[in-house]
Nanobody, 117 residues
Framework: QVQLVESGGGLVSPGGSLRLSCAAS????????MGWYRQAPGIQRELVAA???????NYADSVKGRFSISRDNAKNTVYLQMNSLKPEDPAVYYC???????????WGQGTQVTVSS
């Protein structure tokens, strides 16, 4: 079955950087549109960055120019490089894999990102 395991979250000071990783298994990685979402307390889960089925990328306006999504198909891993972290960025960050064939989305367990001085 599809498994997504996130890592790389933690505590960082404002202006700092983190790189999240999501290791995927149980799937043909290249056949999935991978993405990152986040959910802060009391707020609906929202898109942060994602690859489309055509390989292009989408970013939330709030992270454009600061965050970058990338993937390594040889390692079945998707990354989220987060730079210039702001106090409004803290949330649980979730990795998502959406099948290009069925549209079914799978989720990881999430990794906590905290931004505090």
């Amino acid at each position: 079955q599809v498994q997504l395991v996130e890592s790389g979250g933690g505590l960082v000071s404002p202006g700092g950087s983190l790189r999240l990783s999501c290791a995927a298994s149980g799937m043909i990685f290249s056949a999935y549109a991978m993405g990152w979402y986040r959910q802060a307390p009391g707020i609906q889960r929202e898109l942060v960055a994602a690859f489309t089925s055509f390989g292009s990328t989408n970013y939330a306006d709030s992270v454009k120019g600061r965050f970058s999504i990338s993937r390594d198909n040889a390692k079945n891993t998707v990354y989220l490089q987060m730079n210039s972290l702001k106090p409004e960025d803290p949330a649980v960050y979730y990795c998502s894999a959406r099948s290009a064939r069925t549209g079914i989305a799978y989720w990881g367990q999430g990794t906590q990102v905290t931004v505090s001085s």
